[in-house]
């Protein structure tokens, strides 16, 4: 099996490819012990081939395919630390990573078993001391990130097996003592880190002293035995969560609260200014701050997110310096230029190392290697200057004060300002152009508009505009152009989506498709292209960003989006109403009938086209079976193939969506008996656009999956190849999505906890946890990291991160739950019930959450307005209720020192009086 691995490797085969060679192997299913030689053998190899990305993922693969369950893998991966020959701290750093991301994808197993026996334990744990020392005498390079990557594996290793430490003996105990001691006394190490050792380090000391086996000749490792640090008051506000805001508002910046909502983003940064009781600098310091370190990791990812690195660049240079005007003048600060220039300064100077190095990716040359040469470190900092400049945040003498090297005449190109002064233009003259011009001429405008952060903002206004103007005069046509500009192009998209209100853009075009007059209509047949046109934008703009069709429903229900969102659902001609019949009649004869050549107008001034979303994939199903009917003849198979003739041509092919899932839903169940379903499949897949086929994806893999029946499998090949092909191309595009989730909730819990101690750009995205598993089941991991980090000495990043989900700050829609009303009445209660009233820490805890998350509540009510169903003024004074009413029963229990912990804090009883 060693062997059978080499040459894997050595042949260059892909993770998958080995494992099904591994896998059948009769020596791996006869191997009565794991197959840890197997292991070790690509340890070897990684030995010989440093920082090898292949090996790595031959590493990870082990795990997941339950070839070894991860409590035996991890200490044979920390024990070939110890080997000379793996020194490369790159090879280190990934290793580590290996680590920690393995136990976020499995976070219901340990990652060292708690049935071995302690010397072993023992033994893996000092294996991890021995990195993050290793990693903390090493110099920087941004080739890897050791230092970190070996501290978020120590600190997570302590987090789930400190019980080891109280069974050592004193010689082991003492050499913790000492090793541990030692990291403390290096720069580098991370306050998170510091605290766990800290109370590691304590209780070695205590074990020893029981024993009388600390040496007296040491008294620095005596001295440390020193009392718990004091936990920070309860009032600290929290910058954090500007960091989780930012992230979530980009993430979800098509989104009703995302970041192309204006008003909403600047009233919720008001809101977090006023609760976070720092000065103006300090805040415009920190979401400066903040947003370059999200735009850092987003270079980091460039090569399996290459839009987001797009995105975040076009925020960064665009979309903050208005951002930074907006806020300002929306809280009212003054002098705003001075208070700017401070903050970016502050800004500047907090920028990491790394970030020099990183950030500005159009001065790194990316090769297949990664970035091999920097040509200008400092090239960043001046291009954000510019844009500062160019947005006139701040004036040009400002920044020279922040930087000397900035100088005006060395601006970035700006492509699409030139193209339009260099051809004697406005913006509105240029989006004019844009509805006559070529596709190729097309493409061209659009890519200028993506690399000019700069006018992104007024660009993106007028477009706006131009679609009110046109959905007014009912220019159906230019509409249309402008609406399939916008899906072939998902790149423009994604930043018009920083910029504008998507869903206001699209509620635009809804209601300009209910208001068309078809009765009047001189070309009713030629209307029904560009009418498709704007169907499509709508369809694959809802599903790309995964918006809810809620925010497009009246409160009435009179209008809504439904209908575009839930073609195929009906598959029978029987679930249609009186009216739907007879338009479904008309249709199937002038669709299956060859002596019916075109369509009848009045067949669509009749009805608006719309209707054929629901009827059209009940028209192509009836058609099959009727050529699945025994007693037809080919006759009825001819009818079929002159009705598919439509739905591969513009007039019907925007009904695609529906029907291609309808068909493949019906291959489905039909199984091995599908092929006309399959040489159907085939003809509508092959003409189907691309925004079709990416929006149908998963049904179509599905089909892939269909048990073949060998006397009909000659009538699949084709479909299967098609397929392939198709399934091919759209996963080869880059992802437009920034919040496709790689991990379980309790995986990103945890990477949000390591990002802050790691002092990285911190996220949780809180609405996909809630997309996946129930409200209370989020709540119940919050509430259980914190209390397992509350005990470690690391209560402040769960907290933080607690009081953030906890809030308004954390929705990307109206129609995402506020969570801090179940949290207060549902968990805090089931929380206290299993607490004593002695667990102060526990106690705290819960009070710093409880008192934060009800002032950011307030604070987001007074600037954006109520936004949830009940005042959170509301929702204070009905809990205080609760607590003293269980506190008056007996004042001994967890509820009482709970509500005297809140007593405490003189600010919060001022602001919620209640509680008193």
Not at 32 to 59: F, G, R
Not at 60 to 83: C, D, E
Not at 154 to 179: D, G, S
Not at 368 to 389: M, S, Y
Request: proline share 7%; glycine share 4%.
């Amino acid at each position: 099996m060693e062997d059978i691995t080499k040459k894997c490797f050595e042949n260059g085969l892909s993770a998958q490819q080995w494992l099904q060679i591994l896998q059948a192997s009769p020596d791996l299913s006869n191997a009565i012990v794991p197959p840890i030689p197997i292991l070790e053998t690509i340890l070897d190899l990684l030995a010989a081939w440093p920082a090898n990305q292949l090996l790595v993922e031959y590493l990870a693969a082990i795990p997941k395919s339950q070839l070894l369950p991860v409590h035996a893998f991890v200490p044979v991966v920390l024990r070939a630390t110890r080997k000379p020959e793996l020194v490369d701290p790159r090879s280190l750093d990934m290793l580590c990573r290996l680590i920690v991301n393995t136990s976020a994808e499995s976070p219901l197993s340990t990652l060292l078993s708690p049935v071995e026996p302690i010397e072993p334990l023992a033994m893996s744990l000092l294996d991890a001391y021995s990195l993050v020392r290793m990693a903390l005498n090493s110099s920087f390079s941004p080739l890897h990130d050791f230092q970190s990557s070996s501290q978020d594996l120590l600190f997570l290793l302590l987090q789930y097996n400190q019980a080891v430490l109280a069974h050592l003996t004193p010689p082991e105990a003492l050499q913790f003592l000492t090793v541990g001691h030692g990291i403390l006394q290096q720069s580098g190490i991370r306050q998170d880190l510091a605290s766990a050792l800290e109370a590691v380090n304590r209780l070695l000391g205590e074990l020893l002293t029981v024993a009388d086996a600390l040496p007296s000749a040491h008294p620095e490792i005596m001295s440390i035995g020193l009392p718990p640090p004091e936990l920070p008051p309860a009032e600290i506000s929290d910058l954090v969560c500007l960091s989780l805001y930012l992230r979530n508002i980009v993430d979800y910046r098509a989104h009703p609260y995302g970041c192309g909502n204006t008003d909403r983003v600047t009233a919720t940064l008001n809101g977090l200014f006023k609760w976070s009781g720092s000065s103006a600098s300090t805040f415009c310091a920190e979401l400066v701050g903040a947003s370059f370190l999200h735009f850092l990791e987003s270079f980091q990812v460039r090569q399996a997110e290459p839009v987001g690195l797009h995105v975040w660049s076009s925020f960064v240079y665009g979309r903050l310096p208005v951002l930074l005007l907006q806020f300002t003048d929306a809280a009212g600060i003054t002098p705003r230029n001075t208070t700017i220039q401070a903050a970016v300064a502050t800004a500047f100077e907090k920028l990491q190392p790394q970030l020099d190095f990183a950030l500005p990716f159009q001065t790194a040359l990316d090769t297949e290697e990664g970035v091999t040469a920097i040509q200008n470190p400092a090239a960043f900092k001046l291009n954000f200057l510019h844009a500062l400049v160019g947005h006139e945040v701040i004036s040009s003498s400002d920044a020279v004060a922040i930087s000397s090297d900035w100088m005006e005449e060395n601006a970035p190109p700006a492509p699409l300002l030139a193209e339009i002064t260099g051809s004697f233009q406005t913006i509105q003259d240029f989006i004019e152009g844009m509805i006559l011009a070529s596709p190729e001429e097309l493409k061209r405008s659009l890519d200028l508009f993506v690399a000019d952060p700069n006018q992104q903002r007024v660009f993106s206004e007028q477009l706006l505009n131009k679609f009110t103007d046109l959905s007014q005069t009912s220019d159906l046509t230019a509409l249309s152009k402008l609406c399939e500009v916008l899906y072939t192009h998902p790149e423009a998209l994604e930043i018009l989506a920083l910029n504008l209100s998507i869903p206001e853009l699209l509620k635009i075009c809804l209601n300009f498709v209910d208001s068309l007059d078809w009765e009047n209509t001189d070309d009713p047949q030629g209307a029904i292209e560009p009418f498709g046109n704007v169907i499509m934008f709508l369809q694959s703009t809802i599903g790309r960003f995964k918006l809810s069709l809620s925010i497009f429903t009246s409160p009435d229900g009179s209008n809504s989006a439904n209908y575009l969102m839930q073609m195929g659902t009906a598959l029978s001609p029987t679930s249609l109403d009186l009216t739907e019949t007879k338009t479904y009649d008309e249709w199937y004869k002038t669709l299956f009938d060859p002596s019916i050549d075109g369509v009848d107008e009045s067949l669509v001034r009749s009805n608006n086209p719309k209707i054929l979303l629901k009827l059209a994939p009940i028209l192509l199903i009836e058609a099959i079976k009727a050529c699945g009917d025994p007693t037809s003849g080919a006759k009825n198979l001819e009818y079929l193939r002159h009705g598919i003739n439509y739905f591969q041509e513009s007039l019907l092919c925007w009904t695609l969506a529906g029907v291609i899932r309808s068909v493949a839903l019906e291959m489905e169940r039909q199984g091995i008996h599908a092929p006309i379903h399959a040489d159907v499949l085939q003809r509508l897949v092959k003409h189907a656009p691309a925004c079709v086929l990416k929006m149908v994806q998963r049904t179509l893999s599905r089909v892939l999956s269909i048990p073949v029946n060998p006397e009909t499998a000659k009538h699949r090949e084709g479909l299967v190849t098609l397929l392939q092909t198709s399934l091919k191309t759209q996963n080869g595009q880059p992802t437009l999505s920034t919040y496709t989730h790689k991990l379980a909730p309790s995986g990103l819990i945890q990477a949000a906890l390591m990002s802050m101690r790691s002092h990285r750009a911190v996220s949780l995205d809180v609405p996909l946890c809630l997309r996946t598993i129930s409200t209370l089941d989020f709540l119940t991991r919050m509430q259980n990291e914190l209390y397992s980090a509350t005990h470690l000495g690391d209560q402040n990043a769960t907290r933080h991160i607690t009081v953030y989900a906890l809030c308004p700050v954390a929705q990307a829609g109206p129609d995402q739950a506020w969570l801090l009303p179940i949290y207060l009445f549902v968990c805090v209660p089931r929380i206290l019930d299993n607490t004593r009233p002695q667990d102060t820490l526990l106690i705290d805890s819960l009070s710093f959450v409880i008192t934060s998350a009800l002032r950011l509540s307030v604070c987001i009510d007074k600037s954006v307005g109520q936004v949830t169903p009940e005042p959170s003024s509301v929702v204070a004074e009905k809990f205080s209720q609760l607590l003293k009413k269980d506190a008056s029963r007996d004042a001994t229990t967890s509820q009482a020192a709970l509500l005297k912990a809140l007593q405490s804090s003189q600010p919060f009883c001022s602001q919620f009086p209640s509680f008193l």
